[in-house]
């Protein structure tokens, strides 16, 4: 049995989100109880991508 994640809604909190397909290559989603649209951004990702910014900044 495999456990899987599932997503909150950042502005109600509720476990109601389904995909709602894609954009600049980023998986969207939608909360069915306050009707909002949202992406997740992953922090690890951005963080590393702020030191190659840098970096080339310099």
Known sequence: MT????ER???CG???????????GHQR???QDC???FTFRRKDVSSKNRFV??????
């Open 14 to 24: 509720s476990l109601a989100v389904i995909k709602w397909g894609r954009r600049n």
């Open 53 to 58: 910014w840098f970096r080339w900044w310099v």
């Open 3 to 6: 456990i899987s994640r599932r």
């Open 35 to 37: 009707i909002r649209t």
């Open 29 to 31: 989603y939608k909360c």
């Open 9 to 11: 809604c950042p502005s």
